[in-house]
């Protein structure tokens, strides 16, 4: 049973580019969130996507984009990256009669 | 608003050692309390949880507690081991379908 899948593992992009960063959720999980890590940092709450709705949103600015699909993975975009944009991004998914996350292995964006 | 804090940020133990690593949060109304293991560099690993009408949870040699009344929970970890060096974060949830509001990790390391 694959767990959650991230793509890319590793990505550098210049100041200014827009990116794009893929979740595909474990099997059965409906529910997918997005959380920035810098270096050092706990994980931060960028968004949720349930039945291909934003759900909730934290504290991020709207160069900070998503999407669902009825597959239910799921899209990250990032607009004009800034430096501070650099983290490791990290795709969570659960499904609404489980308890708990499961996490993927993260992209590690690098904005130079 | 959540906030939760974790103490210490970083411990070196020798290997054998039973040990006790803190997270405590501000509001009590939590629905469940999450922790999980980081390797550098990967994702989250979630090793137990705790949900509100519970007191505590164990997996082996690792057993979580929680503490609504004081806004604390304990990850215990016994008879540690050189492979139990990594991080642990704790992160806390205030509904069902809420984001996780996460600590800033304890890294610890057991040296042999």
């Known amino acids: 049973d694959a767990g959650v899948t991230q793509s890319p593992t590793h990505l550098i992009k210049t100041r200014g580019q827009q990116v794009t960063l893929r979740c595909s959720p474990k099997?059965?999980?409906?529910?997918v969130s997005w959380y920035q890590q810098a270096l050092g940092q706990g994980p931060q709450f960028i968004f949720q996507?349930?039945?291909?709705?934003?759900?909730q949103r934290g504290n991020f600015p709207d160069r900070f984009s998503g999407h669902q699909f009825p597959n239910y993975s799921s899209e990250l975009n990032v607009n004009a990256l800034l430096l501070g944009d650099s983290a490791l991004y990290l795709c969570a998914t659960r499904t609404g009669t489980i308890v708990g996350y499961t996490f993927g292995s993260g992209t590690r964006l690098t904005v130079v | 608003k959540q906030e939760v804090t974790q103490i210490p940020a970083a411990l070196s133990v020798p290997e054998g050692e039973n040990l006790v690593l803190n997270c405590s949060f501000t509001?009590?109304?939590?629905?469940?309390l999450q922790w999980f293991r980081q390797d550098p560099g990967k994702g989250l690993t979630s090793l137990l949880l705790?949900?509100?009408?519970?007191r505590e949870q164990t997996s082996g040699r690792l057993n979580a507690s929680l503490d609504k009344s004081s806004g604390r929970s304990t990850l215990y970890i016994a008879a540690s081991q050189p492979g139990d060096s990594a991080t642990y974060l704790c992160a806390a949830t205030s509904s069902n379908t809420g984001k996780l509001i996460f600590g800033q990790g304890t890294t610890l390391q057991v040296k042999p």
């Open positions: 509001d009590s109304a939590i629905y469940n």
């Open positions: 996507y349930y039945e291909e709705e934003e759900r």
């Open positions: 099997s059965g999980h409906d529910t």
């Open positions: 705790i949900q509100s009408s519970q």
